[in-house]
C-alpha cells in the first residue's frame, strides 16, 4: 500500500462527513425582536387551524397564496424543534415544535408582523 492510498481514504471520508453536515443544515428560521422569521428576514406566522404535531397544513389553494408556506428544499432534513411535513400538493414546508410556518403576502418587509391577529386565527411564530 503506498501512502496515496491511505491519503485519498481519508480525503474521500472527510468529504462524506462534509457532504452529510451540509444536508443537515438548521432550518431557515431565525428570532428577531422576539418572534421568527425566514431567511429574509420576513416574520413567520402560526395559524390556529393546523394542529401541532399533525403533519398536515390545514391552509391549502386560495388560502396558502394569501399565506405562503415556509418552504423545505428536498435535502433539508429535520431536528430539533424543527420538522418538515408533506402539503397537499405534494410540496415540502417546515413545521416549528409541530406547527407549520407561514408567510403574510401583506407584510412588504422585515420586521413587518401585519398578520398578527387576521381573523383572530394567525399568530406570528414565537421561539
Do not use: E
Not at 99 to 123: A, L
Amino acid at each position: 500500500m503506498t501512502l496515496k492510498s491511505p491519503a485519498l481514504f481519508i480525503a474521500s471520508v472527510t468529504l462524506a462527513i462534509l457532504a452529510g453536515c451540509a444536508s443537515m443544515a438548521s432550518a431557515p428560521v431565525k428570532v428577531s425582536d422576539g418572534v421568527l422569521v425566514g431567511p429574509s428576514g420576513m416574520t413567520l406566522y402560526t395559524f390556529d387551524k393546523d394542529v401541532a404535531g399533525s403533519s398536515k397544513s390545514t391552509c391549502n389553494g386560495p388560502c396558502a397564496a394569501n399565506w405562503p408556506p415556509l418552504a423545505a428544499n428536498p435535502s433539508d432534513s429535520a431536528h430539533g424543534d424543527y420538522s418538515i411535513i408533506t402539503r397537499d400538493d405534494g410540496s415540502k414546508q417546515w413545521a416549528v415544535k409541530g406547527k407549520p410556518v407561514y408567510y403574510w403576502i401583506k407584510d412588504s418587509k422585515p420586521g413587518d408582523k401585519t398578520g398578527d391577529g387576521v381573523n383572530k386565527v394567525w399568530q406570528v411564530a414565537k421561539p
